[in-house]
């Protein structure tokens, strides 16, 4: 009996494994996508930027996508988002589906009518899969990799002998300087895991779409900061040569491992958005800067499950070609004001109405009606953040997603 058992069990076993892998098939996780990093990864494009999109050829078809036949901005119904955000220790939470608005916000909870890459990001991701998908975004603006989202396999942060002797020359208290780092390292590292693992313990309060029995995969990570890397001469004092950036990769190296650590998932797909601030005009630092961040996807144990994703070429270069003759106006400005030697009020006997005058003509040169209006059309914000062009964050969430997908697919076949 036990033998005729046993070839029966043996028998059944290849229906099983079939069946198992037909459950396996029709299973429908949900997709769970994080997004991280500082200003630009918060987002500070402005909803009245939209209509530049529509403008270019190109990108008038992702603008269809970005709005509803009324022409209000999309919403999605299988995407939703949870957005951590704040200032200091005052940090809250936003969340539903995914729609505009989750970029920049002064209150965590309040629409403050911007977006970032999240909202094309998510609009492609919920066309690509049938299941549901889940946003997590931390973002604080002004943070470093150096410091603030230090991952713990770095290390400590280590003052180089340049920063230590500009701290003796100065007479300032050292060990109190190292001790503040310290206590500064790591903060929002551990903030941005915090809040994934919050959220992934109770996922139905953020998406009531999500199945239990479904489960849930964390599908993809993506970091865009930098800019508070790239300026800081004290932590980067060769920033200036080539390599000079070189410890911001190592550091972002130890950010994915420690990531796919502490969430458990060995294989996470990563995408890195470079820095792409100036285009393709940036200055030599700035490149060799987007080298240092690009550099850990070329590393032998992150091919094929790291991406690194340009973004200087969604920069816009026209409203680049504006900003810097508006830059050129304000520092005029400051030239009037200072009394400058070689400008109109070297003398200092401008009146403030002719100063005015004087500075409002001076922009009449400079910047023609025709290119006002496209300013108005398609920038809000400072160079730094892209403009606040919704044409520019707009691609690079598209951009983000699609080479998640890629990674995705990839490891599929493998």
């Not at 004001?337 to 109405?353: I, L």
Request: aromatic share 10%; hydrophobic share 40%.
């Amino acid at each position: 009996m036990m033998q005729r058992t046993s070839v029966l069990v043996r028998a059944w076993l290849p229906v099983l494994f079939v069946f198992a892998l037909t459950i396996q098939a029709h299973a429908k996780p949900l997709r769970v996508f994080i997004l991280a990093g500082q200003s630009n990864m918060e987002g500070h494009a402005r909803i009245e930027t939209f209509d530049y999109i529509g403008d270019d050829p190109a990108t008038a078809p992702l603008l269809k996508q970005m709005r509803d036949a009324n022409g209000q901005p999309h919403v999605c119904e299988g995407a939703w988002i949870s957005y951590f955000t704040g200032s200091g220790e005052n940090n809250g939470e936003g969340f539903g589906k995914l729609t505009a608005g989750y970029g920049s916000r002064q209150k965590p909870d309040q629409d403050n009518g911007k977006i970032g890459p999240e909202f094309t990001f998510g609009i492609t991701m919920d066309a690509a899969f049938a299941e549901p998908v889940l946003l997590i975004k931390t973002a604080w603006g002004g943070k470093s990799l150096h410091t603030d989202f230090r991952s713990p396999s770095a290390g400590p942060y280590v003052f180089n002998e340049m920063q230590l002797d500009n701290f003796r020359k100065q007479g300032k208290d050292i060990a109190a300087i190292q001790a503040d780092k310290a206590n500064e390292t790591g903060v929002y590292y551990r903030l941005m895991i915090e809040h994934v693992k919050r959220v992934l313990s109770d996922i139905k309060r953020v998406c009531p779409a999500y199945d239990e029995q479904q489960g849930y995969e964390l599908a993809g990570f993506v970091w865009l900061q930098g800019w508070n890397d790239m300026v800081d001469s004290g932590t980067y004092p060769q920033r200036h040569l080539p390599g000079g950036y070189e410890a911001y990769s190592v550091a972002l190296g130890h950010f994915i491992r420690d990531i796919r650590r502490d969430l458990r998932v060995p294989q996470l797909p990563f995408v890195i958005g470079v820095l792409g601030v100036g285009g393709a005009k940036a200055n030599p630092q700035t490149i060799e800067f987007r080298k240092a961040m690009a550099a850990p996807a070329a590393l032998p144990e992150f091919r094929g499950n790291v991406a690194a994703v340009e973004t200087a070429p969604f920069w816009s270069e026209e409203l680049g070609a504006i900003d810097d003759k508006r830059q050129q106006i304000r520092q005029m400005s400051y030239f009037l004001n200072s009394k400058h030697k070689d400008h109109a009020n070297a003398d200092g006997k401008m009146t403030e109405p002719q100063k005015r005058d004087y500075l409002k003509q001076y922009e009449a040169k400079l910047i023609s009606p025709a290119e006002e209006a496209m300013w108005k059309r398609g920038a809000s914000n400072f160079g730094f953040h892209y403009l606040g062009c919704a044409k520019t964050f707009a691609l690079m969430g598209k951009a983000f997603a699609e080479a998640n997908l890629e990674l995705l697919k990839q490891q599929a076949t493998r």
